[in-house]
């Protein structure tokens, strides 16, 4: 037993150094403040476990902090706070790194959790199953899921740290969150050479992403399926001086699609109607499925594949469509949140920008605020039917193009709206074929 007779603070609150950029794309999150609901911790500054000071049998008092249980357990939480460096920073991993000495696991277990925020659980990070008894031990614990979904609305990253039993007390020498995150070049648009629309531009354009294409039309950008178009259309499009946007679902499950048994070997057929994460509830009014997209662990594979044959097609900018599933939540049947489908798109715009690619933001209206220094251009259906064209002033303002349609109304009507308001606006048909009906003639 290596109980020390030393003065403790049931609730202990501490604010230190909260990060520190270490290298690029890495910083590391300090200890900011503890809270303890059963037991003690002794009165050392917070600030000891910034540094890993100990290992074998030392025992240097002054470089860790005890944690003591009262007559039951330990359980103590341990907080630290993530700030983005920038906006355009996506987090990418969490590790958890601690150093501890205690009893083995035979007499009493003492193990970390971590907070999920998304789930409203704690998760086991890991234990003192490989631990030698009062020798120092360092693990670290890496965090394979939505990294997103540990931070909380504060900011706050929770550790809790705590034992099985009253049996001895374990101390803490080293406790940190390493933070790996990305800089989404989407995030300043003027980064990158791909193409950036502006409303000064007078573009027009054709979207057709059903039937036989047809490449006649003097327009300046073609909007077409990225499955269905070849790449020998994209290069004939584009040596007639059009630019090419290539269209893909980032948000639902269209069965048809050839790449999902590819990334999901448990589909087998064209419909699947399974549960397995990340697949949801389905689209009311098309057959598709809406897809969990907290889960980009399970979904950055297939839609990187995407984004990567939109390159080796040779096209210009993508369209990813379905943006906004955290608006039909009725529909979707899991609990996305406005921050789940913000950390989504962004991570969709970051990726198409680190291949070269162009993106375009569809619909998702009411995060335009959010997401304009990520995209390069939006794309908007029936904004004038709905009265929510206005609010695409944010992306017009920032210099960027608004591409759109109406499927019902007067085209004589809403074109002249839109001429004014700068906006590169059609009447087309539902099935989005050939048909079209350009504002550029009005």
């Known amino acids: 037993m290596q109980i020390r007779k030393m003065a403790f603070v049931t609730t202990l609150i501490f604010f230190w150094l909260i990060a520190m950029r270490v290298s690029a794309g890495t910083s590391t999150l300090y200890v900011d403040s503890t809270t303890i609901t059963q037991g003690s911790i002794s009165s050392q500054s917070l600030s000891v476990l910034n540094v890993a000071q100990q290992s074998g049998t030392a025992d240097d008092w002054a470089t860790y902090i005890e944690a003591a249980p009262d007559n039951q357990r330990f359980i103590g939480e341990f907080k630290f706070t993530y700030t983005p460096v920038s906006s355009s920073e996506v987090l990418e991993q969490l590790v958890v790194k601690a150093n501890t000495l205690g009893e083995g696991i035979s007499n009493q277990r003492w193990f970390f959790q971590i907070r999920n925020n998304n789930a409203g659980t704690w998760e086991l990070l890991g234990d003192n199953t490989n631990a030698n008894a009062w020798v120092w ?200 949140t406005y921050q789940d489908q913000i950390n989504y798109n962004r991570w969709i715009a970051q990726e198409a920008h680190a291949r070269g690619l162009s993106v375009g933001l569809k619909n998702d209206v009411d995060q335009l605020a959010d997401l304009v220094d990520y995209f390069d251009w939006a794309l908007n259906e029936q904004c004038f039917q709905y009265n929510e064209c206005n609010n695409y002033s944010i992306f017009t303002n920032a210099g960027k193009a608004v591409f759109g349609v109406e499927y019902q109304g007067s085209a004589a009507n809403f074109c002249l709206q839109a001429n004014a308001m700068q906006l590169f606006w059609l009447k087309k048909k539902l099935s989005l074929n050939a048909w079209r009906v350009g504002c550029e003639d009005y």
Request: hydrophobic share 35%; charged share 20%; net charge negative.
């Open 137 to 336: 031990f360092q693990q670290a614990f890496s965090i394979t899921a939505n990294p997103q979904h540990y931070i909380n609305a504060n900011g706050e990253i929770r550790i809790r740290y705590r034992s099985n039993n009253a049996y001895d007390v374990s101390n803490v020498d080293f406790l940190a969150v390493e933070v790996t995150t990305e800089e989404s070049t989407g995030g300043g648009g003027d980064d990158g050479d791909w193409w950036k629309p502006s409303p000064t531009d007078n573009l027009t354009w054709q979207w057709q992403i059903s039937g036989t294409l047809d490449t006649s039309l003097d327009v300046d950008m073609y909007d077409v399926d990225l499955f269905d178009t070849s790449a020998a259309q994209i290069q004939s499009l584009q040596s007639a001086g059009r630019i090419v946007v290539c269209y893909f679902s980032a948000g639902t499950y269209e069965g048809w699609r050839p790449d999902w048994q590819e990334f999901f070997p448990f589909i087998t057929g064209e419909s699947y109607s399974g549960s397995e994460p990340p697949f949801a509830g389905n689209m009311a009014e098309w057959d598709e499925r809406w897809l969990d997209i907290r889960r980009i662990d399970l979904l950055g594979p297939i839609m990187r594949s995407r984004l990567d044959l939109a390159v080796t097609k040779g096209c210009d900018a993508v369209e990813p469509d379905n943006m906004d599933a955290y608006t039909n939540l009725s529909e979707v049947d899991v609990p996305l």
